[in-house]
């Protein structure tokens, strides 16, 4: 059976998995104040589910897994999912993204897990009030408690920080103080309208060439060669233990090398973040599909993944991008 390939010859071995519409926060960028309408739990897959897509793109190629949300510990016995993945023989690193409100008891229990590679903690302030605002929730003691665990634990620990425009735009200095003294990878991510139904409005474009140059106001900086699949540009400041990346989420320049595919927590196949979706892998399943006919399908469903996303977007039959990200994926 072929590797996945699409049809500009980009290999695929990275997947990022939705384990849960569900969020224990309530982040402006992301959803609505109120929430968005959480599926009933049926229509989620079921763990078991889960593994078994992961072991057939693993036998496709797929090496790498991104575990997100919602907020992945929000889910009953996530742990003992990850114990689950980590049997899988042919996967060789599991990361997650977390808000980091809900898993300071498990960090141990993640660094016993040899296949738990990296910890991505979404913070979006390093003020507690306005975290406040941006979370709609107050939860930052806690979150702060997790980071300095986090940072002391043997795992890998990036922090996203999505640029918001009106809000936290005058702490990316701050951030990117924290890599001083401290083994952490500070990402900035560009900010996206993924936040259902355009709830949020963003006054101030910060692309990827502003944040770079807000960074350059204070310190200078010296681009890392990273691998051709990066999502990130990367960059050292001297004497800096850790480092500084750019996402440009947004404005994607990272497309061409793109090497990832995307399933929803309600099983949805999706080639790319700005797509509206190819197929419904949890029906196909449930309907009594083979390990070999998801071989097959997988391999077709490949090569329907466009050049880049504004092909996507420019492709999408349910009109502008409008989701929350919580229902995509994270």
């Known amino acids: 059976m072929n590797n996945l390939v699409d ?13 849960t519409d569900r969020c224990n926060l309530r982040c402006q960028y992301c959803m609505p104040a109120q929430g968005i309408d959480i599926v009933p739990r049926e ?20 090496t790498k897994v991104r575990l997100t949300g919602g907020e992945p510990f929000v889910r009953k016995d996530f742990i003992g999912f990850l114990e689950m993945l980590s049997y899988n023989d042919l996967l060789e690193t ?32 390093l003020q ?21 665990l986090l940072e002391k634990s043997s795992l890998n620990l990036k922090l996203n920080v999505v640029v918001q425009s009106g809000f936290n735009t005058d702490e990316i200095v701050d951030f990117v103080r924290l890599t001083k003294d401290k083994n952490v990878a500070v990402r900035f991510i560009e900010e996206m309208p993924f936040n259902g139904k ?17 960074i350059k106001s204070q310190f200078d900086v010296t681009e890392i060669v990273s691998e051709k699949s990066s999502t990130s540009r990367n960059y050292h ?18 497309c061409n090398d793109c090497n990832r595919i995307r399933i929803t927590s309600m099983g949805t196949f999706k080639n790319c973040l ?22 097959t399908l997988f391999l077709s469903l490949i090569k329907e993944k466009p050049e880049n996303g504004f092909v996507a ?18």
């Not at 500009?8 to 939705?18: D, E, K, P, S, T």
């Not at 979370?135 to 408690?145: A, Q």
């Not at 355009?198 to 807000?214: D, P, V």
């Open 237 to 254: 400041i001297e004497n800096h233990v850790g480092s500084v990346g750019i996402i440009p989420a947004f404005t994607r320049t990272i």
């Open 198 to 214: 355009g709830q949020r409005e963003m006054n101030e474009n910060w692309t990827f060439t502003k944040i770079l140059n807000e």
């Open 43 to 62: 229509e989620l897959l079921t763990f078991k589910e889960m593994y078994r897509l992961i072991r057939v793109l693993t036998e496709l190629g797929v």
């Open 313 to 330: 977007e420019a492709n999408r039959k349910k009109g502008n991008v409008s989701e929350s990200m919580s229902t995509i994926g994270g």
């Open 7 to 19: 049809s500009f010859g980009r290999q695929i071995n990275y997947v990022r998995l939705a384990v």
């Open 128 to 148: 507690p009030d306005k975290f406040a605002k941006i979370t709609r929730r107050d939860v930052f003691p806690e979150v702060f408690k997790t980071f300095d």
């Open 94 to 125: 599991i990361n997650i993204t977390t808000n980091g409100a809900l898993i300071s008891e498990h960090i141990s229990t993640l660094e016993k897990l040899e296949k738990v590679k990296t910890i991505n903690l979404s913070i979006d302030s």
């Open 274 to 295: 700005f797509d509206d979706g190819v197929f419904n892998l949890r029906d196909f399943i449930r309907n009594g599909a083979s390990n070999d006919d998801l071989k």
